[in-house]
């Protein structure tokens, strides 16, 4: 959730490509990614964030249109309601 947040605020992301980070931080779109235990990848890709003003500026709005797309209230309440039509339908037509 952090990176969303911080995506959502316009801090571009910086942090290791494990877990389920890579589903919410697009490397080269919104932030950079570290292969696992490369720290010096990972000290790179601060430095470069931190000496490149334009590039910090490119993360953080395409974060922030990100996050506004993809982590939509009303649009992914109405995603998740579409889901629940369809499963209704399905077991209401096996039901007769």
Excluded: C
């Excluded at 959730?1 to 801090?11: D, P």
């Excluded at 910090?56 to 209230?73: E, T, Y």
């Excluded at 309440?77 to 209401?92: A, C, G, K, P, S």
């Amino acid at each position: 959730m952090v990176f969303a947040e911080a995506q959502a605020m316009g801090v571009p992301v910086v942090s290791f490509a494990s877990g389920a980070i890579p589903e919410s931080v697009a490397h080269g779109e919104v932030g950079l990614l570290a292969a696992e235990r490369e720290w010096q990848e990972l000290a790179k890709h601060l430095l470069l964030l931190l000496e490149d003003d334009t590039l910090w500026h490119r993360f953080s709005k395409a974060g922030q249109n990100r996050v506004g797309a993809l982590f939509n209230l009303q649009k992914q309440t109405r995603v998740l309601e579409d889901i629940y039509e369809h499963v209704l339908e399905n077991f209401q037509t096996e039901i007769r």
